[in-house]
């Protein structure tokens, strides 16, 4: 994670769109206002591609970019010879041999070749080969490593791969038999990844880490990478600063890399807030949730088959001012701001009708309206918000399916409970109902809630239950149907560990149940959230978030004393001179580190095929 927010900078969400509104221009900066028409042309990206840009830019923006088709690398794709291609794909051995084939069937005029990391020169020179071969020296216009291994899904919030996730997490990097190779390869793609992100943020980082984890590999790695990048004068993809700011500027982004280890009991919390509740219990993918709505059997003859259920996207970007506002919001208030805007909504409608009525000009169009004075400059304004009315109303339907959807599994797996009950686990409050009963209780959330909600109160407990009582659990679990072997797993980890007698601490927080919410049970409701609790929630002072705090502001703790210390800038790779001692950094005077560098990143291309030297151009 980043330890550090964004002060009046451009965002890492705002830098990345930048990037590739600069890649489909042809590598050459976007100016939004220009009068001229856009070049036409198609956009040809991987899985890995498509996924970088799908959060960020819409198909209308691509369509005013001038980018007709946008196809899969690896689709059968029909000959455009008139048309220039803009190819967007991480430089794999299939993608190089599919791009070498794009070249020899001549499939469009021009290419500019786009590679999401860092090519290698063999690879490149394959692809040179390609081209002389097919006597396409002069079509391959452009070649550029656009370093944006990363997915931007908020102003401040990036992950770090979408494609063969599966390879790169927690459970790969913790395999009891996974060998040196796998693992050197699982690095190199993170520290890949995090490289790529600090050159579009344009700034060095300083790099703080829990020593003995593959936390301080990615440390070592990406501190190698960066050296190795800086000390190129001439090639280094951070000096690229036209404004001049970065060359003087003491502040610097904070890199925290921390081990899940520390605490593995708040990925596994169910929550309260709307935003994490529709990531938890939705299909949540890349700020798009998908839904299943049922097609309804009304009127069916008998014996007719079920009509298939329907499935209905919706995207919950920055722009959506409503989830901008409430995705941090407890759900019982989002249930009731959904209801307000509601109302609000119909209420503006119902005036405009009110006004047209009594002036009489329903059936009258535009001129006649225009025509008239006094309610007429009211009516003309109701009218010219049509178009915000409308897409307030888009809005509305919109989180009124998802809410909907939320409040569904909420009833039916009683998350609500279960949230509370954490809660209470994790911060050490005497519980009202005991685990068994909750286990128990069919009625109360699937298999993976019960396990879930188990697994919190095994890593939170102080101290281990006992065997007998372990056994008494693991039989209600398995009446449950829940699989016992991540228990085995925590079982484990944490007599590895030796957490049983230190386990991590959540601060002293509590719960409050605050009965129903009045609004939201009126009649004319969308949401009925009658023997739902409306919870208070309340701070967390989490074991990442203390650890954060201390990195910050150097302060003394036992939890991060022993953090290791990485300065790229550095002539020298030393962590040991960062002391303790004293209250105040051994920096100098006038250091700050809380805010994020604004700098302008840079690209490297490539002069093709002649030298096949790399040349900087400004992003």
Not at 213 to 231: G, P, Q
Not at 320 to 342: I, M, N, R, T, Y
């Amino acid at each position: 994670m980043v330890g550090s927010k964004m002060a009046a900078a451009a965002s890492i969400r705002e830098r990345q769109t930048v990037a590739l509104k600069r890649m489909l221009n042809f590598n050459v900066p976007h100016v939004k206002n220009s009068t001229g028409e856009p070049v036409w042309k198609v956009l040809i990206y991987d899985r890995f591609g498509q996924d970088i840009i799908s959060p960020l830019l819409s198909v209308k923006e691509l369509r005013d970019m001038g980018i007709t088709l946008h196809l899969l690398l690896h689709s059968d794709r029909d000959p455009i010879p008139d048309v220039p291609a803009v190819y967007f794909v991480m430089p794999t051995e299939e993608n190089i041999d599919r791009m070498c084939q794009d070249l020899r069937n001549q499939l469009y005029e021009s290419y500019y070749l786009n590679f999401i990391s860092a090519i290698s020169r063999s690879k490149l020179e394959d692809i040179a080969n390609a081209a002389l071969a097919a006597s396409a020296v002069t079509q391959v216009a452009k070649v550029f490593d656009q370093y944006l291994n990363f997915i931007t899904l908020e102003d401040d919030m990036f992950v770090l791969c979408n494609q063969n996730k599966e390879l790169v997490s927690y459970r790969a990097i913790n395999r009891p038999d996974i060998t040196d190779t796998e693992m050197e390869t699982v690095m190199d793609t993170i520290v890949d990844s995090l490289f790529c992100f600090f050159v579009t943020l344009g700034a060095v980082p300083i790099i703080r880490c829990s020593r003995g984890t593959a936390a301080e590999m990615v440390a070592v790695k990406l501190d190698k990478k960066l050296r190795e990048n800086l000390r190129d004068a001439r090639n280094s993809l951070f000096t690229g600063d036209p404004l001049g700011t970065g060359q003087f500027s003491f502040q610097r982004p904070l890199l925290v890399l921390v081990d899940r280890n520390i605490d593995l009991a708040t990925p596994l919390h169910h929550t309260w807030t709307y935003q994490a509740l529709v990531h938890d219990v939705l299909d949540f993918h890349l700020n798009r949730v998908n839904l299943e709505e049922s097609a309804g059997v009304e009127n069916s003859p008998a014996g007719a088959r079920p009509k298939r259920k329907n499935k209905k996207s919706y995207d919950l970007t920055p722009v959506d001012k409503f989830w901008q506002k409430h995705k941090g919001s407890p759900f019982p208030e989002v249930a009731e701001s959904v209801q307000q805007e509601l109302e609000s909504y119909r209420a503006q409608e119902d005036e405009v009708k009110r006004l047209k009525s009594i002036m009489g000009l329903e059936g009258e169009d535009e001129g006649a309206i225009s025509m008239l004075s006094d309610n007429t400059a009211k009516l003309t304004s109701a009218v010219s918000s049509l178009p915000e009315l409308l897409e307030k109303k888009r809005l509305i339907d919109l989180h009124t399916n998802v809410a909907t959807a939320v409040l569904e599994h909420i009833k039916a797996r009683k998350l609500d409970v279960y949230f509370e009950y954490e809660e209470k686990i994790m911060s050490k409050t005497t519980l009202d109902k005991s685990l068994l009963d909750v286990i128990s209780d069919p009625d109360a959330g699937t298999p993976e809630d019960k396990m879930r909600l188990f697994l919190i109160y095994y890593i939170s407990a102080q101290q281990a239950p006992s065997e007998a009582d372990l056994e008494q659990y693991k039989k209600a679990l398995t009446d449950a149907g829940c699989s016992l072997s991540p228990l085995q797993y925590i079982k484990q980890w944490k007599a590895f560990a030796k957490m049983a007698s230190t386990p991590a601490s959540y601060g002293s927080t509590t719960t409050k149940p605050m009965g129903l919410l009045s609004r939201v049970m009126n009649t004319g409701s969308q949401f009925v959230m009658e023997g739902v609790k409306n919870l208070v929630l309340k701070q967390q002072n989490l074991p990442v978030t203390r650890i954060l705090d201390n990195l910050m502001e150097m302060k003394s703790n036992p939890e991060t004393d022993d953090y290791r210390y990485f300065d790229p800038k550095m002539l020298r790779s030393n962590d040991s001179f960062f002391l303790y001692e004293t209250e105040e950094p051994c920096f100098p005077r006038g250091w700050t580190w809380n805010t994020f560098l604004v700098l302008l990143t840079s690209a490297h291309g490539h002069v093709f095929p002649t030298h096949l030297t790399r040349n900087r151009s400004q992003r």
